[in-house]
C-alpha cells in the first residue's frame, strides 16, 4: 500500500463514519443525553472511566449513573448523593474490577475537585496547556490521596486510553459526536489518541505503527503518524481506525 493510499483510506473513513451514527452503542451517547455543560462533563468522565470490557457489559453500567443521578450527575457528585446510592458493600463488585468502595473514592476525589475549582474544566484550564499536560493533570489529582481508587492510571507510563478518549470528546468541536466544550483552553492538534489493543492492532496493519505495545508513547507515535493524514486534526483518525477496522472484519 502506497502512503497515497492509505491517507485516501484513512480520510474516506473519518469521513463515512464521524456522523450521528457512531453515538449509537458507543459511551459517547451519554453525554449527548443530559442537559448544561456541568453534567455533560461529568458524564463524559464517568461514562470514559467504564468504558473498558464488553459494550454490552458496561454500557448498562453507565445508563445506571444516568438514571441514579436523574440525568443531574454534577449536582449528584456535589451533593454526595452517590454515597447513599453506592453503599454496598466496600469489596461488591460494581463493574468487573471495580468495587462499590473504589467507585465511591473516585467520586469524592471528583467532589473535592468540583469544591476547589468549580468544574473540572477551570481544574484543567488553570492546571495544564495542551493534551499531554491535561493527562497528567488529571492522574496527578486522582492519585493525590495515598487511599486512591484505583481507576484513573498512575502516571502516564501507559496509553491512557480512557483519559485520551474523554479528551477527545471534550477538546474536539464541529463534530456530531464530540462536544468541544475545552476547545477554547486545549488545542485539538495537542491530544494524544486513544489506543488500545484494536487501535494498535489496526494501527500496524495499515503501516501506521510497528510496535505492538500500548503505551503512551507509541500512542504519541501514532498520533504524530495520523498528524499527516490530518494536520489540524489528528484525532480525526480515531474515526478512521475505527472504520477501518469495522470493514476489515
Not at 457489559?57 to 443531574?72: C, N
Not at 475545552?182 to 500496524?204: G, K
Request: glycine share 6%; with cysteine; aromatic share 10%.
Amino acid at each position: 500500500m502506497t502512503d497515497k493510499e492509505r491517507k485516501d483510506i484513512l480520510r474516506a473513513y473519518a469521513k463515512q463514519y464521524e456522523t450521528e451514527k457512531f453515538l449509537q452503542g458507543d459511551p459517547s451517547w451519554f453525554m449527548h443525553h443530559v442537559e448544561g455543560r456541568e453534567n455533560q462533563e461529568a458524564m463524559a468522565f464517568l461514562a470514559s472511566c467504564l468504558s473498558y470490557g464488553s459494550r454490552k457489559q458496561f454500557m448498562p453500567k453507565i445508563q445506571w449513573l444516568l438514571e441514579r443521578s436523574g440525568g443531574r450527575v454534577d449536582k449528584w457528585i456535589r451533593n454526595g448523593s452517590f454515597e447513599n446510592d453506592l453503599s454496598c458493600s466496600n469489596h461488591e463488585c460494581y463493574y468487573r474490577l471495580y468495587t462499590c468502595r473504589q467507585m465511591n473514592l473516585l467520586l469524592r476525589s471528583y467532589r473535592q475537585m468540583l469544591d476547589s475549582y468549580g468544574t473540572m474544566g477551570e481544574y484543567i484550564a488553570k492546571e495544564s496547556t495542551d493534551g499531554i499536560t491535561a493527562i497528567e493533570a488529571l492522574t496527578r489529582h486522582f492519585n493525590s490521596s495515598s487511599d486512591n481508587s484505583g481507576i484513573i492510571p498512575k502516571d502516564t507510563k501507559s496509553a491512557c486510553k480512557r483519559i485520551c478518549m474523554f479528551l477527545r470528546w471534550m477538546v474536539r468541536g464541529d463534530s456530531p459526536v464530540d462536544l468541544g466544550l475545552w476547545a477554547d483552553f486545549i488545542d485539538r492538534r495537542t491530544l494524544v489518541m486513544p489506543l488500545d489493543t484494536h487501535v494498535l492492532q489496526q494501527s500496524v496493519r495499515l503501516g501506521l505503527l510497528s510496535s505492538r505495545t500500548a503505551t503512551m508513547s507509541t500512542a504519541v507515535r501514532l498520533t504524530k503518524a495520523l498528524a499527516e493524514v490530518f494536520p489540524d486534526d489528528p484525532l480525526k483518525g480515531d474515526f478512521a481506525l475505527f472504520g477501518y477496522g469495522v470493514n476489515q472484519d
